[in-house]
């Protein structure tokens, strides 16, 4: 059974950091896509950043320079740093594991609040 658990998010204030983490348990992790997905109040869930089996990132335009994604294929784990945080990044943050360009995979979500 395909899990993906998410944890790290919390309360923050704006400017404020947070460390998101994704526990996989996959098999050939280390072939799938793994994807960051954010869904804010009342809004669409939306791709915040993608690292590809080859190492290569993509990040959405919102968050480009204040967020990092990266992995660790020997854990099976993959980790979202967030930076210099602000109120409108208030969202539940999902991960995801992709095989091709949709998400096969998806994981509970983690809240994550920036606000004073």
């Known amino acids: 059974q395909v899990q993906l658990v998410e944890s790290g998010g919390g309360l923050v204030q704006p400017g404020g950091s947070l460390r998101l983490s994704c526990a996989a348990s996959?098999?050939?992790?280390?072939?799938?896509?793994m994807d960051w997905y954010r869904q804010g109040p009342g809004k669409q869930r939306k791709l915040v950043a993608r690292?590809?089996?080859?190492?290569?990132?993509n990040y959405a335009d919102s968050v480009k320079g204040r967020f990092t994604i990266s992995r660790d294929n020997a854990k099976n784990m993959v980790y979202l740093q967030m930076n210099s945080l602000k109120p409108e990044d208030t969202a539940v943050y999902y991960c995801?594991?992709?095989?091709?360009?949709?998400?096969?995979?998806w994981g509970q979500g983690t809240q994550v609040t920036v606000s004073s």
């Open positions: 690292i590809h089996d080859s190492g290569t990132t």
């Open positions: 995801a594991a992709a095989w091709g360009a949709t998400p096969a995979y």
């Open positions: 996959l098999s050939i992790f280390s072939r799938y896509a």
